[in-house]
């Protein structure tokens, strides 16, 4: 066991940038079928999740946790598929939140199972929560949920939650697709506007080999923010933190801020801090990866944290992801990206 931060040195990738964000995902499964993320046609009732032993368990994850605390993680994030489907996850977040380092806990969901769990979540030392709601249209919302899910559930949760108070508040991730849900956008912002919930609008992303991305499909940044800017004002705001990939927006009469998230017009992989964990233990170093490095084996063949500790710090030093910003190169070569679902967004 390594006994202090003194005798483990911080890694940096080689494009300098620091190891800061732990993506964890801890359910493969989702009670949502996303046509941008897990397409019924795909993943439909025959197709093959992993099993409850394939995944990695609390210990396990507490484990490599507290080994990415002593090499710089400081953020760690829960995602899915939908990880409110794993049980007893309020479990987890409480031995997450307890580990030294962890400034920052936070879970990404689509809230449907929110109102039934923010309470136990809060109470366990869960920071923020961001739930995905790309519509509030009743008729689309179900369209884009692959017919499963309902809007009222996801909206109960969101008020279950800013009930509790997470100390470091609530988001809402809305991904705009072209010919879609455009239409919903002055809406959403309408509906959020003085909550205190800040909504961020994700451009459409070529995330994963199952949703058939194409360029005509992403409505920039600039053009949402045009268009909301003419009903209500916007100025800028500086960002909070290094490496932050939505750039932030005040309403100016002070009713809350807005965000928006600009993968394809305006890439930030120069600052990209963050590593992504998949269910079963397969280690990421890019939301767009080919392949990972496999730390499931590493856990259960009796690796010592030394070993363990040498191995994040060789993957971290060798990263060299910068796939939003080589776009047009890396999709020439049609490589096999992971899917979102299996390492969470």
Known sequence: MIHGDALVSQPRDQHRRPLRDLRISVMD???FRCPYCMPEATYGEHFTFLTSEQRLDFDEIERLCRLAAQLGVSKLRLTGGEPLLRPNLAELVGRLHRIPGITDLAITTNGALL???ARELREAG???VTISLDT???VLFQRMAGGRGKLDD???GIEAARAEGFPKGLKINTVVQRGVNESSVIELVEHFRGTGIVVRFIEYMDVGNRNHWDTSQVVPSRELLQNIHGRWPLEALPS?????????YRFVDGEGEIGVISSISQPFCGGCTRARLSSDGVLYTCLFATQGKDLRALLRSGSTDEALLEVLQKVWRERTDRYSEERGKKRSQENHKIEMYYIGG
């Open 240 to 248: 909070k933190y290094p490496g932050e990939v939505a750039t932030r």
């Open 154 to 156: 996801v909206l109960a």
């Open 136 to 138: 509030l249209d009743p």
């Open 29 to 31: 499964r989702c009670n």
């Open 115 to 117: 109102a039934r769990q």
């Open 126 to 128: 869960l920071d923020r």
